[in-house]
T-cell receptor, first 117, second 113 residues
Framework: NAGVTQTPKFQVLKTGQSMTLQCAQD?????MSWYRQDPGMGLRLIHY???????DQGEVPNGYNVSRSTTEDFPLRLLSAAPSQTSVYFC????????????????FGPGTRLLVL | AQSVTQLDSHVSVSEGTPVLLRCNYS??????LFWYVQHPNKGLQLLLK??????LVKGINGFEAEFKKSETSFHLTKPSAHMSDAAEYFC???????????FGTGTRLKVLA
């Protein structure tokens, strides 16, 4: 298993540009989520999904869109990048059915470091 | 509402001495609690989890945590620190049915030779 994969590893954007951060998992996890990590603030939940076709907002959703057309993929879109979105972004996945594995323990990708100028 | 407070942003210990990283939580219903570790420029790795079974939870690399409902605490301990334990540690809570994990702000552990 590759686990949770994220691309790109690093990206530089100019203010106003758009881009998509890719996230994929091969563990057949129902639950997937996106976080941003900023110094001194821990990880903050941006959006999450409990299955294909179902998404919802987390703590800091503004400026970000998501969709979940398949179980495996959960891309994060920045529609118009702003310097405040400079951060490290992590994707994570987990089982949501306790009988299917370690309940609610998330597996994290390696992260995408984003710099918005 | 649920929340997590990690009481120390930085902890320094000498190699071979005990480690204590403190975490208090707030949850309106049965919480699941986790500790994750993040080494520099790496992703997060699960250390251990509590999901309403035994209150003393053993994790990887000799870490353990005790769930104390009366104190709303879930402190992480290790009897003897190793240099490789130097990292940032996150306490995380999720309340059943909310689907939202809440992270603490992290504790950076430094291990002195």
């Amino acid at each position: 298993n590759a686990g949770v994969t994220q691309t790109p590893k690093f990206q530089v954007l100019k203010t106003g540009q758009s881009m998509t951060l890719q996230c994929a998992q091969d563990m057949n996890h129902e639950y997937m989520s996106w976080y941003r990590q900023d110094p001194g603030m821990g990880l903050r939940l941006i959006h999450y999904s409990v299955g294909a076709g179902i998404t919802d907002q987390g703590e800091v959703p503004n400026g970000y869109n998501v969709s979940r057309s398949t179980t495996e993929d959960f891309p994060l879109r920045l529609l118009s990048a702003a310097p405040s979105q400079t951060s490290v972004y992590f994707c994570a996945s987990s089982y949501s059915n306790p009988s299917a594995g370690v309940p609610w323990a998330q597996y994290f990708g390696p992260g995408t470091r984003l710099l918005v100028l | 509402a649920q929340s997590v407070t990690q009481l120390d942003s930085h902890v320094s210990v000498s190699e071979g001495t005990p480690v204590l990283l403190r975490c208090n939580y707030s949850s309106s219903y049965s919480p699941s609690l986790f500790w994750y570790v993040q080494h520099p420029n790496k992703g997060l790795q699960l250390l251990l989890k509590y999901t309403s079974a035994a209150t003393l939870v053993k994790g990887i690399n000799g870490f353990e945590a005790e769930f104390k409902k009366s104190e709303t605490s879930f402190h992480l301990t290790k009897p003897s620190a190793h240099m490789s334990d130097a990292a940032e540690y996150f306490c995380v809570v999720i309340t059943s049915g909310t689907y939202k994990y809440i992270f603490g702000t992290g504790t950076r552990l430094k291990v002195l030779a």
